[in-house]
């Protein structure tokens, strides 16, 4: 016979009771009422004991027809075959709780990507009273994840592949993101510009306005540089300065604002457009020389009629003079043949041009060029004397057949020969060298060099372009023509200073090879 209770005890036994049916009735609403969560309870053996509102939602079974079956029942048949329902128990007994993400299975046959937390469930004295279980699907928010991620990955290709550097900032300047692009314009890796100020990519002068205008930006909302393409100064890492197009948006995440500058190097379009500059100069240069080689072509006719007439009236001098014994008269026959001479051949200089600028036969043969030079310089040397020129001439031995067009080779000795003269009217020193040397194999060396005023370095660079000359009165076209001859016979020309004070003249041409023979 059971003994009774004092009333006092019996009324508390009573009271607890009605307390642990509240606690639990309302443990039972709180499950219940977590929908978006399958929770529910296994024994020891795996099978289901407890099973709320949310399981039933997510896995589709009601509770009448869970209670009681086998937990493996949620879990793919490739996983069951496995063993994975019974790992998972003894797993989660032996760690107390086990988290992982894996596919359950749907009373429907449907899967689902699931978060999975199995607990061990354990008495006072350690003794295992079965396992809890909290399942949430997780199948959409993994595919937005994993479309975000897609999405992140094609953004990331194509800022890896967009020409323009791409350059992200914050309010303050400071860089969250360094394109590809933008690595390869500056120099720089991304971890050594992120988190720095922007203005590290910024000259001195205009580090400055950037902050300005990024400060008055935030206080007055005027823009500056956003929404607009503007050109910069911009530094490289080895401390070059480049020309760049900057385009800056603007955007807000989570109230914060960002800006985004996209920029191009203009270097290469720059260049461009001064290749184009000089093009155009050139394009205008060449329809100069076109103009006066035409001119030329119409000079050389008119000149060698009037050349031609000269030499006739000196040689009918010349035989009005006749035989004679006055001394006098001879000297004059003498001086009216030599100029008789050199009126033909200025003649045959001037046929020669005309022919070279219509580009005709230029005649080259084999010449003796001992003969050449001596016959050059012959005229060339007019007046040298009466202006107190010191004239040097040495001409290498033996070296002497060459083939070129004499009266073109002539023309530029005398233009040198002249030239020089000139350069040595205002100095006390007037010595002149014409000098011949052989030069690279097959090619001979001829020098006009004078103790003159000498050519400033950039006016020598660009000595033999047309309408270059060092002469006030000068058309700058006796060295270009020089150059056009001597780059016809396949030779070069160039000129060097003088250490001692003036300027040497080179210029090469083609010696005569053994089997070379005059037509």
């Not at 050109?231 to 800006?259: D, H, W």
């Not at 103790?451 to 270059?468: C, N, P, S």
Request: contains cysteine; negative net charge.
């Amino acid at each position: 016979m059971t003994e009774a209770l004092p009333p006092n005890d019996a009324n508390a036994v009573a009271a607890m009771a009605r307390s642990n049916s509240a606690m639990a009735e309302e443990l039972g609403l709180l499950i219940d009422g977590a929908t978006g969560y399958a929770i529910y309870m296994l024994d020891p053996q795996g099978r289901v004991t407890i099973w709320n509102l949310g399981a039933e939602r997510i896995k589709g079974w009601a509770e009448a027809e869970i209670l009681g079956r086998d937990f493996s029942i949620f879990y793919p048949p490739e996983d069951v075959a496995l063993g994975k329902p019974q790992a998972d128990l003894a797993l989660a007994s032996a760690l107390g709780r086990v988290e992982e993400e894996s596919w359950r299975v749907r009373k429907d046959g449907s899967e689902f990507l699931a978060s999975v937390t199995i607990t061990a469930l354990r008495d006072d004295a350690g003794a295992l009273r079965g396992f809890g279980k909290v399942i949430r699907e997780i199948t959409d928010q993994k595919a937005s994840e994993a479309a975000i991620l897609r999405r992140e990955q094609h953004l990331r290709s194509i800022l890896a592949t967009v020409p323009d550097a791409m350059i992200v900032i914050d309010e303050s300047g400071i860089v969250s993101s360094f394109s590809a692009a933008a690595e390869q314009l500056f120099g720089y890796v991304e971890a050594e510009v992120v988190g720095r100020n922007v203005a590290m990519l910024m000259p001195d002068a205009e580090k400055h306005d950037h902050d300005t205008h990024l400060r008055t930006y935030q206080e007055t909302g005027i823009k500056h540089v956003i929404g607009h393409v503007r050109p910069q100064t911009a530094i490289r890492k080895n401390g070059e300065t480049f020309p760049i197009e900057l385009a800056v948006g603007e955007a807000s995440i989570a109230g914060e604002r960002i800006f985004t500058g996209f920029i191009r190097d203009l270097t290469k379009r720059h260049e461009t457009e001064r290749r184009l500059k000089e093009l155009q100069s050139e394009l205008v240069h060449v329809s100069r020389v076109s103009a006066m080689g035409t001119m030329a072509s119409t000079l050389a006719h008119e000149i060698n009629q009037p050349l031609t007439a000269i030499a006739n009236y000196l040689e009918a001098g010349r035989d009005m003079i006749g035989v004679t014994d006055d001394a006098m008269l001879n000297e004059l026959a003498e001086a009216l043949d030599l100029a008789t001479a050199q009126s033909l051949r200025a003649g045959t200089i001037v046929k020669r041009l005309r022919a070279f600028v219509e580009g005709g036969d230029t005649g080259f043969q084999i010449e003796q060029l001992d003969a050449l030079v001596e016959e050059a310089t012959s005229l060339g040397l007019l007046g040298a004397h009466e202006a107190g020129i010191t004239v040097t001439m040495t001409i290498a031995a033996g070296r002497d057949r060459v083939m070129v067009d004499r009266v073109q080779i002539q023309q530029v000795l005398v233009n040198l020969i002249r030239n020089a003269i000139q350069s040595m009217a205002a100095t006390t020193c007037k010595n002149l060298t014409i000098a011949t040397a052989p030069d690279r194999k097959g090619w001979m060396k001829i020098t006009v060099a004078d103790t003159g005023a000498g050519i400033d370095e950039d006016v020598r660079e660009r000595l033999f372009e047309a309408f270059a000359t060092t002469k006030e009165d000068g058309m700058g076209l006796g060295l270009s023509i020089c150059r056009t001859i001597i780059e016809a016979h396949g030779g070069r020309i160039w000129a060097d200073a003088v250490v001692t004070g003036g300027t040497a003249f080179h210029f090469c041409v083609p010696l005569a090879a053994d089997g070379d023979a005059n037509d």
